[in-house]
């Protein structure tokens, strides 16, 4: 069988060269994450417009995944790797020189299609060396292994050049990743072509515009919703009426045409429907590690470096999580057991913290439960993805494929949405409620506020200077306990819904009956 890699090249340096490559990749996904005002600051932007940028990066990749296999069967996969390569580079130094807020968004959508590109040639030519059973599931796990690492990852990464440099080297840094990853990738690669090229004919574009519009405007709507109060905004209702328009406009498309973008038959098949609903709410419950973060940070005080360190427990738990789950797969192991005990583990971090959430804490007191969460994570990660393209036949599993990172684009900007639901709306709600009674009626109030005042009196300020400093300490204190309120509430929800999730898999006795497929390759993203 003809592979495009070389046959002398051992394996451990073929899954040492799938992290080098993907890493950057993934880490510009999530690059934001962990310094969302720094961003905002640097190009004069609002955290929500960041926010879309990762939206807008993330639907141009889900976008445009049904056409990578065309692509790859037309370029010579070195050819195609170093176009993308170089066009990734191109963006990346153009995000360094520019300050430009359009330009940026406009960039994220490219870039996304970009990193599309050399993570899907890369793992066409690693995974084609890979032929057996155990060979596969070893390489699924290292690739969404890496995938789930990404994020702490970027975000230790990001911390420490936004701490240390200007803020447009991080894109500088992203530029440096690469040359490892792409100078191993060429050397393991054959340089003569190992297939006859496919003309490019019959793409589809109108449905990829089509698609493409459906996810942007589907994360505007729903990033945006909250803050413009949803229908009573014209571009918002606008916005909402085009998606429905589009959304049946690309079903008709692809029932009428012969070759698809995506066809829609997928599903006809019962579990896959149950799997991607399955991905749906995973990423939903994935995203609350969010709020932790910003507990960490605007209610413990701790940098962006120490919570990035923090996070390393939640690493730790994904790479171990990971690595157990693997030999169950082989094993042959139920579905049914490996959901259950993954979504048990992310119960368990979302109850602990809600009782853990404090004014006052530990850094180490968050160690045991983030590596819970991490552990949850990586054993659901995996079969999950595998549960879902298996449920239908190889000659539409691309489709599957494609849409299964439709539907975990939607999961993870519904999560995004949900939090940032629950950021202006309940915060509005308890603020409220603290503003009933912080009062200098209040003899509660007014004992805290005199202790503030003595406490800056005690350090040498004048009386008046002590009453200022006393009001602002007196407001965060408040702003602290909406964001701890807020919190609770929010996984509160979450650990109800992953309660209904554990139902839901205990009642659905048929799920067992799906076998794991390998013959399929590897989702990107």
């Known amino acids: 069988m003809s592979s495009s890699i070389k046959h002398t090249i051992p394996n451990w340096f073929i899954w040492l060269t799938i992290g080098m490559v993907l890493l950057p990749c993934l880490i510009i996904l999530g690059l934001y994450a962990g310094n969302i005002t720094e961003t905002a600051g640097y190009y004069g932007i609002e955290p929500t417009d960041v926010q879309f940028s990762v939206i807008i990066y993330y639907a141009a990749m889900a976008s445009f995944f049904p056409f990578e296999q065309r692509f790859l069967n037309f370029f010579t996969t070195r050819h195609y790797f170093l176009l993308g390569v170089f066009l990734l580079t191109g963006a990346n130094i153009i995000f360094y020189i520019t300050h430009n807020a359009f330009a940026f968004i406009g960039l994220r959508f490219l870039e996304g299609i970009f990193s599309s ?69 060429l050397y393991v690669m054959n340089k003569d072509r190992t297939k006859k090229p496919i003309p490019l004919y019959q793409l589809d574009w109108p449905s990829f515009v089509m698609y493409a519009l459906i996810l942007g405007l589907t994360g505007y709507v729903l990033i945006y919703g909250q803050q413009y109060l949803w229908l009573e905004d014209f571009h918002i209702c606008l916005f909402a009426g085009i998606i429905v328009v589009l959304i049946c406009l690309f079903v008709l498309r692809q029932n009428i045409i012969k ?44 940098d962006p470096i120490h919570v990035s360190l923090l996070m390393l427990a939640n690493l730790a738990g994904v790479v171990v999580g990971v690595y157990v789950v693997v030999h169950y797969v082989l094993l042959n192991t139920s579905m049914r057991k490996i959901w259950f005990w993954g979504f048990s583990f992310l119960f368990v971090f979302y109850t602990w913290m809600y009782f853990l959430f404090t004014t006052d804490a530990d850094a180490g007191t968050f160690i045991i439960p983030l590596f819970i969460q991490g552990l949850g994570t990586g054993i659901l990660m995996v079969p999950l993805i595998l549960f879902t393209v298996s449920s239908v036949p190889v ?52 004992e805290r506020l005199l202790h503030y005042q003595k406490i800056g009196q005690s350090t040498g300020m004048a009386q008046d200077q002590a009453c200022l400093f006393a009001n602002k300490l007196l407001f965060s204190t408040i702003n602290n306990q909406i964001q701890l309120r807020y919190s609770m509430d929010y996984y509160a929800m979450i650990s109800w819904v992953i309660l209904g999730i554990l139902l839901v898999i205990a009642l659905f006795p048929y799920i067992r009956s799906t076998a794991i497929s390998f013959r399929i390759k590897p989702v990107p993203f």
């Open 117 to 185: 590109g050399v993570a899907g040639s890369c793992l066409s030519i690693i995974f084609s060396r890979l032929h057996t059973e155990r060979a596969k599931a070893i390489g699924y796990s290292i690739y969404y292994g890496i995938l789930l690492a990404s994020a702490p990852v970027g975000m230790i990464l990001s911390s420490l050049v936004v701490h240390y440099f200007e803020f447009n080297a991080l894109y500088k840094s992203i530029i440096y990743l690469q040359i490892p990853g792409t100078l191993m990738l």
């Open 395 to 446: 000659n539409i599993s691309n489709s599957a494929s494609a849409m299964g990172i439709g539907f975990r684009f939607f999961g993870f900007t519904f999560s995004m949405a949900l939090i940032h639901f629950f950021q202006l709306y309940e915060k509005q709600i308890h603020y409220t409620l603290l503003q009933e009674q912080v009062t200098l009626l209040n003899p509660l109030s007014s």
């Open 259 to 302: 070759r698809p973008f995506i066809n829609l038959r997928i599903f006809h098949y019962r579990n896959y429907c149950l799997g991607t609903l399955l991905v749906f709410l995973f990423y939903i419950c994935r995203g609350g590690l969010g709020i932790s973060s910003t507990y960490f940070s605007n209610v413990l005080g701790m």
